[in-house]
Structure formats: structure tokens, C-alpha cells
């Protein structure tokens, strides 16, 4: 071996850097390693490599709620450089007659809006968001920010409890039955099923009826990094090193070795050897840490059945556009209704509640279905993105990972993808017509290409269906962070509570493994059994 520290992280994504911060102020020395030239992960913002000086986000770029996550205060992120803002308008979802669903910071603003399509939904609006804040704060948010609770004590302790039994009674819907028995209007059914539902559930899945009442009675919203979402990972790497640890970019990990059954240390591609007194933590997806890294021998083959069977979410893979522009979108719906300009979060191409069928139905044939896009032009909030006076923007849309079961078709495809959707753009905001510099595409498989983990283009990283969710994510055995290999524990995506820029993975296994190695926990995390024994 040629070097020791007490624990080595696989992958250098959001969680497990936070897991890292988070070990090195225990005291511990550890070290991450990435296959990526740069750390981060999802947390990715390139320069245009055509035109210096424009900055593009070419992953994560909504943050939802993140200044209030826990190790956000913790890690001291902002005295490290990053700083986040929440615009006022923060969705909008803009029709093609010009009207526009709106999602406001000041609730009154979203409940006019709403009101303008069905006044009878946006009162349903208010009593669900009024009725899940407590199931929120009681329930929900300490159950994210701690490792979970195994299954049956779970539905023991909420079925203890009136709001307990509430979020069971309505979980056990779908997203799809939650918004068509509660809603009426065509456009809002749409809009809170693409906002708040989409993005994260498939909303056929049973169990998920809470995700969007959730969603509505947060207190926060979709939030961007000054800068680029890189800054946030830059600020957690600094922390890092402040600490002691060392983050160790474009080395690819051959193995995890094993000794007497304990996980001891990392071997990379070009055969050097490190050990780590302590543990190995993986930030990579089931498959990667189970069938790739450990030897079939070592992790037998239940394990690696296990491993074999996690699923990813078919509907989450992103086609990206990306602009760098002369001046910002005008939307020709502005010209009614000024607050569009100041919109975060543009929706375009959603007129239908029936689109979703439509798009499910796609997804499942590996075909493109009609655009729906959603995207936001960062400059308007921070111009340091592009040059003085000029800007970027960029439009997703859920596009299928395999064309026609093929996923290389994706390299034929994706240029002249990006053209029918920019023009598609420009119908809403027809000075696009003139303002683009420059347009690259970023498709499904770019994103398997750059993050392997996110298999199959699953952003995700791990569907919620096949019951990984909780206690059983990724799987039975493997969903405390800990696997059944001793020393090696999980930080990712795949575990509790999931894909997306929250940190909360990390942020639980940090809990689990500074407790296993015996360290003082200097932070003050959430007592999630507490919080369910006491609910009224
Ligand atoms: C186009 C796109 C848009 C997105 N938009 C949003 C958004 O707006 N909001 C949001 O919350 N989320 C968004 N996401 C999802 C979010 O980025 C991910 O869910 C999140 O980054 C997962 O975090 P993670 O910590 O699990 O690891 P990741 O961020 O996935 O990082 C994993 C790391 O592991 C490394 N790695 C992979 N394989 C290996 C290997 N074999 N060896 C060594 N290192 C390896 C990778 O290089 C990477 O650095 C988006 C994702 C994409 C692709």
C-alpha cells in the first residue's frame, strides 16, 4: 500500500463531499476520489469552450430549498463562497394564448394566480398546504435528514398519532390520483403534476400521494447558486481542505479491496493501492460499488442479485438545450403580464393534463414525444454567468435514454433535436430569432457519459418504485448507509432519501458511519424517533 487515511469516498458528488466536510471536522482523515477532471458531480458549471466568458450549467441548476438544508449552516458553505437566491416568480408555467400559472415565494401571489384558472382549486391549494405543514415539519423533514427508520417501526410510530395516520391515508395514492381527485381545472392538474410531480415520482406510483401536498407546503423554493452551481461544490471542497482531507480528481478506482471480509482500501485503474484504516464509503450507484468494484468472490451472490435488481427511473433521463445570447428571452406573454420577465422557472409546451399520458406513453416506446420544456435564463438573476450585458439560458425536457431502444441514435439526434426546440422556444419568445451566439445540446446519453452512476441517464440515480425507498434503498440490507460487506457503506443518490441536489445522503451516512467509528457527532441532527413519538 502506499498510502493510509482513515476512510476513502468513490466519487466526489454533492453527497459525498458533504459526507466528507463532515468527517474531516470529526477529525478524521479522508480522502475522495473521482474519475471527473473536476469535483462536484451533478454540481457542474463548464465555460462555453467557443465563447469565454459564458458559464453554462450543464447538470443541476434548482436547488430547491437548499440554504435550508442542515449542513449548509454546518459546513459553513456560505464563509467558503457560496451564496444562493430565490427568485420571487419562481415557476411560471406560460400557455401558448399568453395566460400563465404562476408560483410565487408570497403565497397570496400563487393563490391569485391559481384563482384565475379555478378559485375552488386555489382554495384547495391553501387547505393542503395548510394541513401538510405540520406533517411536513413533524414528519417529513425529519425523516430526510436522518438514516431511516426500518420499515415496520415506521408504520408503528405513525400509526400512533392523528397526523401520522393522515400522511399514511393520503401516501397511499398516486401523484396522478392525488391531483385528478383534488383538482379540477385542466392547467393547474397539468401544472402540479409537471412542477411538483414529475420531476421525482412517476406519478402512476402508488405510495407517493404526499409528494405534492409536500411539495406545497414548503416553505422554500427552487433556489440557484450565485455563480454557478459549482461555486457549491467548490465551497464544500474548500471546507474539506480546511479540515485536513484531500480530494483527488481524474483517477478511475479499479477495486475496493477486501480483507477478511472487511472492506480495507481502494485500488485505481493505474494499480496504485490506498488504505484506509477506517472505511470505504461509495458514491457510486449499487451496480458500480456491488458488481464492478468488488470481487464476485468477495460480495457473493446474493449480494450481487441485489445489486443486479436496483432500478432506475425511466422517466427522469434530461435532453438539454443550452444558449449563450445577445439578450435575455423575451417572452411575448411579458408584454401583458411584466412579471414574466422576472420568471425563474419557465414552463413552455404544457397545455394538456392529457400531455403526461402522452409522454409516459413515449418514454415506454423510446420515442420523442411532443415538447414540454422548462428552464430559466440564470443571468437575469446573476450576471456574473456572461459577459457584461450578454446571457445564457438553457430548456430541458424529459426525453427518453434509449431512441427506439437505442441510445446512440442520441448522437445523430441531439443537434438537430436542439433546433426543433429552440425553434419551438422562439414562438414564445420570438427575439430569440436574433439573440442566439452559440447552442450545444446535451442529451440523455451525454449524461451517462459524464456521470456512469446516473445510470441510463437516470439523474436520479435509482427509481422509487420496486420499493427502494427508506430502509430498502437501494435495497433490503444496504439501506442504512451500511452494506453487508463490513467497512463499506453507501453515500449516493441510490440511498435514503434520494436523487437531487439535497445533501441529505451524505449528510445521514455521515451520522452513521462517525457513530460506527466511534466519533463525537459535533452536530446536531434531527432525533427522527422523537419527532414521530410526539406527533399530536
Ligand atoms: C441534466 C441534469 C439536470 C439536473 N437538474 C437538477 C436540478 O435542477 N435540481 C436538482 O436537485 N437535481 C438536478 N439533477 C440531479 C442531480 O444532479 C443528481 O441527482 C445529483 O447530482 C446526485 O448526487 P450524488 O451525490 O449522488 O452524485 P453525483 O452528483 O451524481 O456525482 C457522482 C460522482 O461520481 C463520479 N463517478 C461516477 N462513476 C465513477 C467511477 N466509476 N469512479 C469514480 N468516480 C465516479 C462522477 O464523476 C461524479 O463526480 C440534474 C441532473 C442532470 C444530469
Known amino acids: 500500500m502506499d498510502e493510509e487515511c482513515d476512510g476513502i469516498i468513490l466519487g466526489t458528488g454533492h453527497n459525498a463531499l458533504v459526507l466528507q466536510a463532515y468527517l474531516c471536522r470529526c477529525g478524521l482523515k479522508v480522502l475522495s476520489l473521482d474519475r471527473a477532471a473536476v469535483a462536484g458531480g451533478g454540481l457542474a458549471t463548464i465555460e462555453n469552450p467557443r465563447l ?32 444562493y437566491v430565490e427568485p420571487e416568480l419562481n415557476v411560471a408555467l406560460v400557455l401558448r394564448d399568453g395566460r400563465s400559472l404562476q408560483w410565487w415565494t408570497d403565497f397570496e401571489k400563487t393563490f391569485d394566480s391559481f384563482a384565475q384558472f379555478s378559485r375552488r382549486d386555489a382554495q384547495a391549494l391553501r387547505r393542503w398546504r395548510d394541513e401538510f405543514q405540520p406533517l411536513l415539519h413533524g414528519i417529513l423533514i425529519p425523516e430526510a435528514r436522518s438514516p431511516p427508520l426500518p420499515m415496520e417501526q415506521r408504520q408503528q410510530l405513525l400509526s400512533g398519532s392523528r397526523l401520522g395516520r393522515r400522511l399514511l391515508e393520503v401516501s397511499q395514492r398516486s401523484p396522478l390520483e392525488f391531483v385528478v381527485q383534488e383538482f379540477e381545472h385542466d392547467v393547474v392538474r397539468a401544472g402540479l403534476l409537471f412542477f411538483n410531480g414529475l420531476r421525482e415520482v412517476d406519478l402512476r406510483l402508488q405510495g407517493f400521494g404526499h409528494s405534492i401536498p409536500a411539495l ?23 471546507d474539506i481542505h480546511e479540515h485536513g482531507g484531500d480530494v483527488r480528481t481524474s483517477v478511475e478506482p479499479r477495486s475496493i479491496l477486501i480483507h477478511n471480509g472487511r472492506a480495507c482500501g481502494v485500488e485505481l485503474a493505474d494499480g496504485e493501492r490506498l488504505e484506509a484504516r477506517g472505511f470505504i464509503a461509495s458514491g457510486l450507484n449499487p451496480q458500480q460499488t456491488f458488481l464492478t468494484l468488488i470481487d464476485a468472490a468477495a460480495a457473493g451472490p446474493s449480494l450481487r442479485g441485489q445489486a443486479a435488481g436496483f432500478e432506475y427511473n425511466l422517466l427522469a ?42 409522454i409516459v406513453a413515449a418514454h415506454e416506446k423510446g420515442q420523442v414525444p411532443a415538447t414540454v420544456m422548462w428552464g430559466a435564463c440564470p443571468t437575469r438573476f446573476d450576471p456574473r454567468q456572461a459577459p457584461p450585458g450578454r446571457h445564457t439560458a438553457f430548456m430541458w425536457e424529459k426525453l427518453p435514454y434509449a431512441i427506439e431502444g437505442d441510445p446512440r441514435k442520441w448522437d445523430q439526434l441531439a443537434h438537430e433535436h436542439g433546433q426543433q426546440l429552440l425553434r419551438l422556444w422562439t414562438t414564445y419568445a420570438p427575439n430569440l430569432a436574433d439573440a442566439v451566439l452559440d447552442v450545444f445540446p446535451r442529451s440523455p446519453l451525454d449524461t451517462q457519459r459524464t456521470l456512469p452512476n446516473m445510470h441510463s441517464g437516470d439523474l436520479l440515480v435509482g427509481s422509487f418504485a420496486n420499493g427502494q425507498v427508506g430502509a430498502n434503498r437501494p435495497f433490503p440490507g ?24 439535497t445533501g441529505l445522503c451524505g449528510y445521514n451516512a455521515a451520522r452513521v458511519i462517525a457513530a460506527d467509528l466511534g466519533c463525537r457527532i459535533w452536530w446536531t441532527p434531527p432525533d427522527v424517533e422523537r419527532s414521530l413519538t410526539s406527533l399530536p
Open 317 to 358: 433521463p434530461l435532453f438539454a438545450l443550452n444558449l449563450a445570447l445577445r439578450e435575455p428571452p423575451r417572452y411575448a406573454a411579458a408584454a401583458d403580464n411584466p412579471a414574466l420577465d422576472k420568471a425563474f422557472m419557465v414552463i413552455l409546451g404544457l397545455e394538456r393534463f392529457a400531455q403526461f399520458h402522452e
Open 216 to 238: 406545497l407546503a414548503s416553505d422554500r423554493m427552487a433556489q440557484m447558486c450565485v455563480g454557478g452551481s459549482a461555486r457549491l461544490a467548490e465551497a464544500l471542497v474548500k
Open 478 to 501: 444496504a439501506g442504512h448507509y451500511r452494506t453487508p460487506v463490513n467497512g463499506l457503506y453507501l453515500c449516493g443518490g441510490s440511498t435514503h432519501p434520494g436523487g437531487n441536489i
Open 52 to 83: 469565454p466568458g459564458y458559464f453554462h450549467n450543464t447538470h443541476s441548476f434548482f436547488h430547491r430549498a437548499l440554504s435550508t438544508m442542515p449542513w449548509y449552516q454546518d459546513l459553513e458553505v456560505e464563509r467558503h463562497g457560496a451564496r
